[in-house]
Structure formats: C-alpha cells, structure tokens
Nanobody, 123 residues
Framework: QVQLVESGGGLVQAGDSLRLSCLAS????????MGWFRQAPGKERESVAG????????YYADSVKGRFTISRDNAKYTVFLQMNSLKPEDTAVYYC????????????????WGQGTQVTVSS
C-alpha cells in the first residue's frame, strides 16, 4: 500500500512558476515509477510527466516540454514537478500517481493516486 500526498498548488499569474511535491509513504518507493497527471473541468485526466523508479528516465507531454521538469528524491520519498512559464491552459487539478510500469502515461497503469492539488493560472 502506498499513500501519496501532493502539495504546492496555488493561484499564480501567467508566466509564473510553481513547484509541486508529492510525498509517498512506505519503504518501496523506488519500485514505483511516478507520474504527474492533471484534470481540467470537463476534460479527461491527462498525463503531464513521468519518471522511472531510479530517476534515470523521464517523459513529458508535448504541451509541457521545455517548461516542466519532473524529478524525484528517493531518500525523501518525494517526487517533484517544477512548472515554469505557466499558461492559463495549465489550470487543472494535478495528481501524482505511482505505477509498477514505466512509461506510465496511461492513467489506468497507475496503482495509487494522491488526492490532487489545484493549480490556477490567471491571464
């Protein structure tokens, strides 16, 4: 069982930056690839970025490439999403998820989910 708790969301202006964190419970953190997903009102949940268990491999959605960076600190059971040059279309609830497979861009591949954190970007 893995519990995930996100933090770091908020209200920012276009062009600003935010850093999301996701703290995981349990000692098996490195077994899991981690992913960030987002869901805007009226839209399906979509993959944003993912990182392998050892942190050596990553992937990004085309919409965030060059602006977002995913990383993890396995010693602290934490995965991060650094979001720069934020746009109003980045507004969504952001979720972190743990998966036993990588890449893990399909939400159905994730075994555990956090409760989500709201990111709102004003124009």
């Amino acid at each position: 069982q893995v519990q995930l708790v996100e933090s770091g969301g908020g209200l920012v202006q276009a062009g600003d930056s935010l850093r999301l964190s996701c703290l995981a419970s349990g000692r098996t953190f490195t077994r899991y690839a981690m992913g960030w997903f987002r869901q805007a009102p009226g839209k399906e949940r979509e993959s944003v970025a993912g990182i392998s268990g050892n942190g050596r491999s990553t992937y990004y959605a085309d919409s965030v490439k060059g602006r977002f960076t995913i990383s993890r600190d396995n010693a602290k059971y934490t995965v991060f999403l650094q979001m720069n040059s934020l746009k109003p279309e980045d507004t969504a609830v952001y979720y972190c998820a743990a998966s036993l497979t990588f890449p893990n861009s399909d939400p159905s591949q994730s075994n555990y989910w956090g409760q989500g954190t709201q990111v709102t970007v004003s124009s």
